[in-house]
């Protein structure tokens, strides 16, 4: 009994030291592996959050982004999310990227990250190859607006099941050397409606083996439900390495094989074991922002500013703050 008790013991640990010596490996001494052994009781802390807007929250109210900049700042969010598109329909309407940034710092506001779908992930080099110069260009607007960081989700492959995670991650190593270039970092969002990426252990396989001391991931409550992960699995993660997490909440109908986006409720409004994940990101060592972020049809037809300042007071309540 000894012997087999001893040996899972070293079965155990040499698991918990592979899953951290991939990334360890290539970083700096001041980086962080993607992946830390579970955290005792312990080391939780009550350390507030801070919470940011993301802009499809308040997307069928058809606002300018500088509007909704008026309204994360007025609402009391610290930091504000925008769609590249958004970022890019100001200057076509002749708008000015300087003054944007400039708005936003003097609304308090700093921009936590930005939404693009570069099809970095694709298996076609040359779609590959068009899709670095896209992202090239989005994190070039991200960064003249203040943004240091960028989603990278894995749009053009939402339909492929055969996708290798092993060339993802070699892929999403390139990204983040681009990124490296740019001073912006793409974050490799969690997908859970999608085939590839849909689930966080791929999450965590092509973060890891991309061997880059930037990577990172950005998970979303709905998208674990979704995709079908046990919100447990967070507790694999370095908190560290989750610079924005997507807050949101879903209801018990319809089923998880036929939720979709538009059925994500404010936090606290569904099912999701938010206390459960609030305390595991407690105990992770998240430092990051929560993003509100939204797609309710009902939410559209509100007010924005009410939209907003609800959906932050909900999200404070549901993390007890």
Known sequence: MSHRMDRRKWLIGSTTLAATAAIADSATADTLPLFRPKPSATSQSPASFRYCLNTSTLRGQNLPLTEEIKIASTAGYSGIEPWIREIQAHIDQG????????QIADSGLTVES????SNWIVDDEGQRSAAL???KREMDLVRQIGGTRIAAPPAGATNQEDLDLGAAAVRYRKLLELGRTMGVTPQLELWGFSK?????GELAHVAVESGHPDACVMPDVYHIYKGGSDFNGLNLFNGKQIHVFHMNDYPSQPPRNQINDAARVYPGDGVAPLADIFRTLR?????????LELFNPNYWKQDALTVAQTGLA????????
Do not use: P, W, Y
């Open 283 to 291: 105990a992770i060592g998240f430092d990051g922002v929560l993003s």
């Open 133 to 135: 110069e896209q992202a």
């Open 114 to 117: 930005a939404i693009g779908f």
């Open 196 to 200: 590839t990426l849909s689930r966080l």
């Open 314 to 321: 909900k999200m404070r309540q549901a993390a007890g703050e």
């Open 95 to 102: 708008g000015r990227l300087k003054d944007l940034k400039k």
